[in-house]
Structure formats: C-alpha cells, structure tokens
C-alpha cells in the first residue's frame, strides 16, 4: 500500500490527477479503508473539478477519523467557493478545532488558518444567532472521547 500511495504522490505533483484517482481506488478497491486515499481521492477531485465527488470522498475519510484537520479544511474551501457560508462555517468551525500541533507541514496551512479564523469571527459577527446553532449542532455531532 505505501508503494501506491508514493505512485499517487508522484503522479500528483506531475499533475496527473487521473492516475493519481486510480491508484487511490486500488486501494479502495482492494478493501482497505484508508483515510490517506480518501483524502488524497478529495484534493484530485478537487484540483479536477469534480466537487461533489470531493465531498463525498473527504467525508469518506471523516467517517474514519472525524477530526482530520485536512479534510475538514477541504470541505469548508470547496463550501466557500460554493458560497454556501453556512457549510463553510461549521466545516472551519470543526477544522480550527481539530488544528494539528505543527500545521505548517503545507504552506497553504497557516494562511488557511487566517483566513478561516476571519472567516469564523465575521459570520459570527453577521449572523450571531445561526452560529450559535451551528455551534450547538456541530458539538452534539461530536463523537464522544472516550467511548
């Protein structure tokens, strides 16, 4: 499996996302429930376009870890685009709370992180008591530690 996802890697940064796609699928396919493919399978669906698949497979790997900052942070990008503000809201709500000790391991990390932050005060400001909602939903939504 760590061959494959070195294949993928090596696809990806050539730019060749479909191939990238397959490989992840092999090991889909091959009955391995990996939240590195999930995720991996989002970013190319993403980068192609396809954005529902994108959040159909970065919620695949919340079904897994449900606190993967990654897919977290790609759910709330692909709902900003979408200018679906509620959506984005409780996905950088979720994310900034699930940040990684160390989230500069991508440059794209720390400005997210900014601008989600901003993002979270403003609508917090513009719609104080749908973020409240939210907030409450997203917390009982929650899995519970320790369980």
């Known amino acids: 499996m760590c061959l494959l996802i070195r294949a993928f ?4 940064s050539k730019g060749d ?3 990238g796609l397959k490989l992840y699928q092999q090991i889909i396919d091959s009955g391995h429930r990996n ?3 999930y ?8 980068t192609l376009g396809d954005n529902e698949a994108a959040i159909t497979a970065a919620k695949k790997a919340l079904e897994i ?5 990654k897919a977290l942070q790609l759910l709330a990008k692909i709902y900003s685009e979408q200018e679906q503000d509620d959506l984005t809201y409780e996905y950088v709500s979720r ?8 989230p500069a391991d991508d440059e794209d990390d720390l400005p997210w992180i ?3 932050t901003d993002f979270k ?6 719609y104080p008591d749908k973020a409240q909602l939210l907030t409450r939903r997203i917390h009982s939504d929650a899995p519970e530690s320790g369980a």
């Open 9 to 12: 890697r090596a696809h990806y």
């Open 17 to 19: 996302y479909q191939k």
């Open 35 to 37: 939240i590195s493919a």
């Open 39 to 46: 995720w991996g399978m989002s970013v190319c669906y993403w």
């Open 65 to 69: 870890k449900s606190d993967y900052f």
């Open 95 to 102: 994310a900034l709370s699930n940040i990684p000790r160390w």
């Open 114 to 116: 900014s601008w989600a």
């Open 121 to 126: 005060k403003e609508y917090e400001s513009k």
